[in-house]
T-cell receptor
C-alpha cells in the first residue's frame, strides 16, 4: 500500500531535549516536505527536499533541521525544542512535478512543556 | 508563502449544498487545490483545478475559479454527515503548496 508513515504519532517532551520525528514514504517520490498545523493558521511549510541531499527552507524553518540521506526518509530534527514548537506536524511527499498530489502522513502531535 | 484566505467555519444541514470560498493573492498560481482533513487524520486531496479552467465537476464536487478576482470555491452537493471535516484551499505555481487556514464544515441533521 502506498503510504507516508510518521513516528511517533504523539510525543510529550520538555524544553531543550533533542528529538527526531521520522518520515518515510514507499512511493519512490522525489519531493518530501514537512508542515506544521496550528489553529487558525492552516499548514505552514517548515522544510522541503527535492531529492537526496537537496533540502531547502520553507516558510517557518527556525528551530528545525532536516536531512535527506536516502530517498525514502526525511526526518525532522528539533535540536532544542521550545514550547512554541508545540504543534501538529505533517510529512508529505510527491513526485515533485507541478500540480502533483501531495500525499500526507497521519501527523505527529508534539507537546513541549 | 503567498496569502490564501478562507472563512473558518461553515454549518450546513444534511442534504443541502455546501459552498466553501477561498481567495488567494499569487497571480502566478497555476494549480489550485482542495484538501480534506478528517479528525485525527492527514490531508487527502479532494480535487484540483488548473488555472486556465473556470470550472471542474467531479461527482458531488464542483470547483469554480474566478482568476480575475483570485477566488476559488468548492460546492458539495447533497452534503452528508461524512462530509464533516476541515477543508483546505491551497495554491501552487510549482511544486510548493501554500495553504489557507482551513474551513471547518459541520453537517447537522
Amino acid at each position: 500500500e502506498a503510504q507516508v508513515t510518521q513516528n511517533p504519532r504523539y510525543l510529550i517532551t520538555v524544553t531543550g531535549k533533542k528529538l527526531t520525528v521520522t518520515c518515510s514514504q514507499n512511493m519512490n517520490h522525489e519531493y518530501m516536505s514537512w508542515y506544521r498545523q496550528d489553529p487558525g493558521l492552516g499548514l505552514r511549510q517548515i522544510y522541503y527536499s527535492m531529492n537526496v541531499e537537496v533540502t531547502d527552507k520553507g516558510d517557518v524553518p527556525e528551530g528545525y533541521k532536516v536531512s535527506r540521506k536516502e530517498k525514502r526518509n526525511f526526518p525532522l530534527i528539533l535540536e532544542s525544542p521550545s514550547p512554541n514548537q508545540t504543534s501538529l506536524y505533517f510529512c508529505a511527499s510527491s513526485r515533485g512535478l507541478p500540480g502533483d498530489e501531495q500525499y500526507f502522513g497521519p501527523g505527529t502531535r508534539l507537546t513541549v512543556t | 508563502g503567498e496569502d490564501v484566505e478562507q472563512s473558518l467555519f461553515l454549518s450546513v444541514r444534511e442534504g443541502d449544498s455546501s459552498v466553501i470560498n477561498c481567495t488567494y493573492t499569487d497571480s502566478s498560481s497555476t494549480y489550485l487545490y482542495w484538501y480534506k482533513q478528517e479528525p485525527g487524520a492527514g490531508l487527502q486531496l479532494l480535487t484540483y483545478i488548473f488555472s486556465n479552467m473556470d470550472m471542474k465537476q467531479d461527482q458531488r464536487l464542483t470547483v469554480l475559479l474566478n482568476k480575475k478576482d483570485k477566488h476559488l470555491s468548492l460546492r458539495i452537493a447533497d452534503t452528508q454527515t461524512g462530509d464533516s471535516a476541515i477543508y483546505f484551499c491551497a495554491e501552487s505555481s510549482d511544486y510548493k503548496l501554500s495553504f489557507g487556514a482551513g474551513t471547518t464544515v459541520t453537517v447537522r441533521a
